[in-house]
T-cell receptor, first 114, second 112 residues
Framework: DVKVTQSSRYLVKRTGEKVFLECVQD?????MFWYRQDPGLGLRLIYF???????EKGDIPEGYSVSREKKERFSLILESASTNQTSMYLC?????????????FGSGTRLTVV | AQSVTQLGSHVSVSEGALVLLRCNYS??????LFWYVQYPNQGLQLLLK??????LVKGINGFEAEFKKSETSFHLTKPSAHMSDAAEYFC??????????FGQGTELSVKP
């Protein structure tokens, strides 16, 4: 089975801190994604990557950046955490750029910014 | 632009009753369609998907969904609800380039 591992299940950070959320997948998938999940809003795409060192903005990239130095690892960076970034963050990967395989998700990181 | 609408943010059924979770999509081309389930404090797990071929798709845990192009719908059903089905369910449609667009989610409660 494909595994997508997010390094932390729960994080508490202070306003203004730089925060790194890590995601690793073990099936050589080229495509990786970061979503945030908020009640009533579903999942919203922050950033995605189709290849190493390649990234594209999703629907809500403001306040975030990403890094993909190796194929298996896709990191989400909150440059200066704010309370409105308190959320559940979900990483996903997919072998297909055409959308037909769907995604495999990690277990999520619940981030609280105080 | 593609979008997904899930009718009802919360659905409650009795154990043993029919489960029906509604999903409508808008798409200018035939889409790929998915249902995911999320148990508390977990990530999303794929229930089933429609890509091509048979419009009635069977998934895990006894769930199935039917792609109806004329109605632009992909409703999720299960004949008999079990307590373990209580979770949040997300419908999604793929966008060009492989990105999934998700609905807002429907929380399913199952009463004993």
């Amino acid at each position: 089975d494909v595994k997508v591992t997010q390094s932390s299940r729960y994080l508490v950070k202070r306003t203004g801190e730089k925060v790194f959320l890590e995601c690793v997948q073990d099936m050589d998938h080229e495509n990786m994604f970061w979503y945030r999940q908020d009640p009533g809003l579903g999942l919203r795409l922050i950033y995605f990557s189709y290849d190493v060192k390649m990234k594209e903005k999703g629907d809500i990239p403001e306040g975030y950046s990403v890094s993909r130095e190796k194929k298996e690892r896709f990191s989400l960076i909150l440059e200066s955490a704010s309370t409105n970034q308190t959320s559940m963050y979900l990483c996903a990967s997919s072998p297909s750029a055409w959308g037909d395989y769907g995604y495999t998700f990690g277990s999520g990181t619940r981030l609280t910014v105080v | 632009a593609q979008s997904v609408t899930q009718l009802g943010s919360h659905v409650s059924v009795s154990e043993g009753a029919l489960v029906l979770l509604r999903c409508n999509y808008s798409s200018s081309v035939p889409p790929y369609l998915f249902w995911y389930v999320q148990y508390p404090n977990q990530g999303l797990q794929l229930l089933l998907k429609y890509t091509t071929g048979a419009t009635l798709v069977k998934g895990i845990n006894g769930f199935e969904a039917e792609f109806k192009k004329s109605e632009t719908s992909f409703h999720l059903t299960k004949p008999s609800a079990h307590m373990s089905d209580a979770a949040e369910y997300f419908c999604a449609v793929s966008k060009r380039g492989g990105k999934l667009i998700f609905g807002q989610g429907t929380e399913l409660s199952v009463k004993p």
